[in-house]
C-alpha cells in the first residue's frame, strides 16, 4: 500500500511540474513575442534608422553661397571652395589595434599580442595622425588627439581649409599609411573689399548663415540647398563599395545684384572718415546716397565699421575704441568688448533714431503750402523766441531774424517762422502729413532691424510748435531723407531699396525689384517751389557751405539737441543736399553724431562733406558740370606736356590756358614741370618750368591750412611745392568769416612736391541752427 501511495505521489508532482513548465514556457513565448512586436511592429522606425544609423555614414554637401554685387556686377561678397576636414575616431581605433607588431617565437609562430601591447600600438597610430593634423591644420596637438580618442564614428576637426592645404595632408598621410581621415568639400566667404559697405552687406557664421545685412535678409535667397552623400559601412566603419552608396547633389544660392555703386560708396566712405578724423564725432558718423526718382540706395555707410572678413575684431584704427577696453578685464572686459563690437554692426543710417531738427522745417513748410496756408508773399516776424502756453520757445539765432518771407524762413532756418507755420497747419492735418510722408511706418527698406520712429500719442500746442522745428520726436535718418526726397521728387515717396535682382550662377535674372511709389505727398507745383527754395537755402542761407562749383545743389541743415538737452556738447550735426536742382536726382544725407568741435552745426559740420561728396560722385555718375563766369577760379586746366618743348612754345602754351607759371633756369629747352602733365589745377595755381635747373624729387610735409583764408592757405601751400584745389563756398561768398574747414590729404602727411592738396572753405554761418 505504501509503495502504491509513493508512486501516486511522483505522479502528482511531475503533473504539476509539468503545467508549472508549460505555463512558463508559454509566458515565455509570449513576452519574447511581445517583445518581438514591440521591437518590430510598434517601434519598427526607431530601430530602422538605428540600424541604417550604424551602418551607413551620412555626409553633407554645402551648397556654394551666393554672391553678393554691386549694380556694375563687381563681386563684393564670394564664397570660396574649401574642404572640410574630418576624422572616424571608430575606424583610427580599429586601424590602431590592429598595426600592433607581430612577435613570433623561436619557431616563427605569431605570439598573441597581449591587450596592453594592442592599446599602445593603437595611441601611437593616433598619435601620429594628430600631429598630422596639428600641423598642417595650425590646431592644437593635444585637442586634436582627445577628438581623435573619441567613441564616435564622426568628428569634425576643421572647416573652411583650403583646397592646397587639404591635398597635401591628404596626400601625407596617404603617404604614411594613416588611414580614417576624410575630407568633405565645403565652402568659406571671402569679402573683397574688407570693411567696404559692411553695415549694408553684413556677414555669416562659421555654418554659412547670414547674421546681419543683406547676408540675413537675403539669406533664403542665397544659401542653396544642401546636398548629401549616403554611404554603406561595415563593422569596422569603413566604407563599402560604390554600389551602396547614394549621392543628392546641392543645390547652390542665388546671387544679390544690389543697388549699390562701388565708386559712390567709395566716395562716401572716403568723406566719412575724413569728418571722423576731424571732428572726433562720439558716436560716429553716418551717410547715405539716394536715386529720389528710384529708391535706389547708391551708397550707405557708418563709421566707425569693421572687416567683414573678421567681424569680431576691433579694428586697430579706431585707438579710442580699443582704449576704453585697457583697463577692463574679465566679465568686465568681455561685456564691453561686446558692446563695441554691436555698435561697430550697427547701421545707424537706418537702426538708430535721433531728433531730426531743422532738416524737418521741410516738412513744415511743403505741407503750409500744399493746404494752400502760405504762398510765397506770407511774412513771419521772428524777435527771437516765442511763447507757446506756459512755455517760452527760443530760435536759435539771438535777437531774431526779423520780418521774411516764406522762402527766406527756410533759408534763415527759423524756428520762430516755423512754429507760426505749425499754428496754421494744426495738430490734426500735421499727424495726417506725417503719416503721408511715412513717418508712422518703416522706410521698408530690405535690410534687417529698421527702427520705428517715436510720435506724440496726444499732441498738444506745445508739441506742435516744437515738432515744427524737428524736435522732441524721433525718426530715423533714412525716413528724413525720404522725406526731403519726396519733396524734390515730385511729391512722390518711393519704397528705399538696396536690391535691384536676383540672379541665378549662370548670371540669368531671376527676379527685378521694381520702383515702389507708396504715395502722392503734395503735388508737383509744390515741389517745384520747394525746390527753388531748398536751392535757395544752399545759394543764400544756412547751407552756403554745401556749394559744389558747376553745380546747382539744394539742401537743408540741421543742429539737433540730444538728451539731456541741457547738455549743449550733445548735438548731431546733420545736412541733406539735393542734386542737381534743374532736376533732382540724387540726395545725399550726412549725420555727425555728437562732434567734438567748437561750432557743432550742421552747416559748418556736416554741409561741407556733402559737397565733398557731390563734388566725387556727379561727375562720376556722369552730371556734367556747367560753370557761370563767376566760376571761372573753379574750372579745372589739364596741364599739358611742356617737358622737351622750347622755352617760348611752353609759355605761349600757358598764356594760351590763361595759368601763371614761373621759369627755373636758363636753358632754352624745358628739360622738366611741376605738376606733371595730367594733372588738373586750377587757374590761380602757378606752374614751375624747368629748363636745366634740377626739379627736386624728395617729399615734402602737408602744412596744416586750416583756419586760413584762401589766399593765404595757397600761399602756405605754394611754399611747400604743393597745389591747391578750391573747393566749399562760392568764391564770390568768402568773407573775413571764411576759412579752410579741410583738406586732403591730411597735415602733417607727406606728399611728393607737385601734389594737389584739396582745400574746402566755409563760413561759419551758424551752430545752432
Sequence with gaps: MAGKHSNKTNKGIRFRLGVLILIFAVLSFVIVAGRLLYLQVINTNFYQSKAAENQTKDLIITPMRGSIYDRNMTELAVSATTQEISVSPTNIRTKGLASVEIKRDEKGKAIPATDEEKEAACLKYQQRIAKLLAKYLDLDYDETLKKI????????????VDADIADEL??????????????????????????????????????????????????????????????????????????????????????????????????????LEEVLAQTSAKKGVCGIVMDIKTGEILAMSTKPD????????????????LNELNNLSGDDYDKKYSEILLNLWRNKALNDTYEPGSTFKVFTVSTALEEGLVNDDS?????????????????????????????????????????????????????????????????????????????????????????????????????ELCMVSAVANDGKLVTPHVVREIVDADGNIQQTMDTQVKRQVISKQISDKMNNYLENVVSQGTGQNAYVAGYRVGGKTATSEKQPKSNKKLRIASFIGLAPMDDPQYAVLVMVDEPQTDNKGGGAV?????????????????????????EADRQEITVPTLTGQSVDDAKKALDDLGVDYTVKGDGKKVTDQLPVAGIS???????????????????????DVSGMSVETARAELAQAGLYMKQNGIASWRTSGASAAVQQSPAAGSEAARGSVVTVAFGNNVTSQE
Excluded at 580618442?149 to 573652411?160: G, K
Excluded at 566725387?616 to 563767376?630: F, Q, T, W
Design 170 to 271: 591628404v596626400q601625407k598621410l596617404s603617404d604614411e599609411k594613416l588611414s580614417g581621415v576624410n575630407t568633405t568639400e565645403d565652402s568659406k566667404r571671402y569679402y573683397k573689399y574688407g570693411n567696404f559697405a559692411s553695415q549694408v552687406i553684413g556677414f555669416t557664421n562659421d555654418d554659412g548663415q547670414g547674421l546681419y545685412g543683406l547676408e540675413l535678409q537675403y539669406n533664403d535667397v542665397l544659401k542653396g540647398v544642401a546636398g548629401r552623400v549616403v554611404k554603406a559601412t561595415n563593422a569596422l566603419g569603413s566604407d563599402m563599395p560604390y554600389d551602396y552608396e547614394k549621392y543628392v547633389a546641392a543645390k547652390d544660392g542665388n546671387g544679390v545684384v544690389t543697388t549699390l555703386d562701388e565708386g559712390v560708396q567709395h566716395y562716401l566712405e572716403k568723406h
Design 149 to 160: 580618442q573619441r567613441d564616435q564614428s564622426y568628428v569634425r576637426i576643421a572647416r573652411h
Design 681 to 703: 589745377v586750377q587757374p590761380d595755381n602757378k606752374i614751375v618750368l624747368y629748363c636745366g635747373e634740377k626739379k627736386p624729387t624728395d617729399k615734402v610735409k602737408v602744412p
Design 379 to 479: 511774412t513771419f516776424t521772428c524777435g527771437g523766441s516765442k511763447r507757446v502756453k506756459d512755455k517760452t520757445i527760443r530760435c536759435w539765432k539771438d535777437g531774431g531774424h526779423g520780418t521774411q518771407v516764406l522762402k527766406d524762413t527756410l533759408a534763415n532756418s527759423c524756428n520762430v517762422a516755423m512754429m507760426d507755420i505749425g499754428a496754421l497747419i494744426g495738430t490734426d492735418m500735421f499727424r495726417k502729413y506725417f503719416e503721408a510722408y511715412g513717418f508712422m511706418d518703416k522706410a521698408g527698406i530690405d535690410l534687417p532691424g529698421e527702427a520705428t520712429g517715436i510720435f506724440f500719442d496726444n499732441m498738444g500746442e506745445v508739441d506742435l510748435a516744437t515738432a515744427s522745428f524737428g524736435q522732441n520726436f524721433q525718426v530715423t535718418p533714412l525716413q
Design 606 to 630: 556736416a554741409a561741407p562733406v556733402v559737397a565733398r561728396i557731390f563734388e566725387d560722385i556727379l561727375p562720376y555718375l556722369g552730371v556734367e558740370a556747367v560753370y557761370s563766369d563767376e
Design 306 to 321: 569693421f572687416d567683414l572678413n573678421n567681424p569680431r575684431v576691433i579694428p586697430e584704427e579706431y585707438t579710442s575704441l
